[in-house]
């Protein structure tokens, strides 16, 4: 079976920089994403790692560890409109192949 | 990017009714879309992975009596809730792949269904 672990809640204040981790056990890898969702809304692409090390993009990177199957995102600079949650996922086989796996989601609250 | 739709975005029904959901992509062909449920500060629990021109795929513990899905079109799959009970009471959400490298998927805005 496949399964994610993140934290449940993150807080920080407006200009900080937070780590999200994520570990994961899957039957079959086939990359790491990161997802923001706001509350009532549509989960969003944020980042993907297929190989080992640090993807950035802009304000967020994602880091990616196979051997230790770990990865987590970096938010720097935090905004207001960072609240949110976040959840790692893993693309892993299934019944029909492949599909993306869902960790429980980290929620992030941001103040000023 | 690719841009998916749901109709409708939100949903009362009596229980012991059946609801349809729609899932469309909009501006690409997608051969697979799959279908989740969230519930409240939960997480997004894959329930069956639909494809185009042939049974869906349902993941462990799901109903595929309850759940019907019909993928008709390579734009359009749909989603049924059979004799929907209060407990089916979620926020269903579909997702197409992309084909970048990036293995992004898109996700619909989700529909809230609330069964009274």
């Known amino acids: 079976g496949q399964s994610l672990e993140q934290p449940s809640e993150v807080t920080a204040v407006e200009g900080a920089i937070v780590q999200i981790n994520c570990t994961y056990q899957?039957?079959?890898?086939?990359?790491l994403s990161w997802y923001q969702q706001h509350d009532g809304g549509a989960p969003t692409f944020l980042s993907y790692?297929?190989?080992?090390g640090l993807e950035e993009t802009g304000r967020f990177s994602s880091f990616l560890s196979r051997s230790d199957s770990y990865g987590y995102l970096l938010l720097q600079e935090l905004q207001m409109k960072d609240s949110a949650s976040y959840f790692c996922?893993?693309?892993?086989?299934?019944?029909?192949?492949?599909?993306?796996?869902f960790g429980k989601g980290t929620t992030l609250s941001v103040s000023s | 990017g690719a841009v998916v739709s749901q109709h409708p975005s939100w949903v009362i029904c009596k229980s012991g009714t059946s609801v349809k959901i729609e899932c469309r992509s909009l501006?690409?062909?997608?051969?697979?879309m799959f279908w989740y449920r969230q519930f409240p500060k939960q997480s997004l629990m894959l329930m069956a992975t639909?494809?185009?021109?042939?049974?869906?795929?349902?993941e462990q513990g799901v109903e595929k009596d309850k759940f019907l899905i019909n993928h008709a079109s390579l734009t359009l799959s749909t989603l049924t809730v059979t004799s929907a009970h209060p407990e089916d009471s979620s926020f269903y959400i579909c997702?197409?792949?992309?084909?970048?490298?990036?293995?992004?998927?898109?996700f619909g805005p989700g529909t809230r269904l609330t069964v009274l």
């Open positions: 997702s197409a792949p992309g084909r970048a490298i990036n293995n992004e998927q898109f």
């Open positions: 899957t039957s079959g890898f086939y990359g």
């Open positions: 790692n297929a190989l080992d």
């Open positions: 996922a893993v693309r892993a086989l299934n019944q029909a192949g492949t599909a993306l796996i």
């Open positions: 501006d690409f062909q997608a051969t697979t």
């Open positions: 639909s494809n185009e021109g042939s049974k869906a795929t349902y």
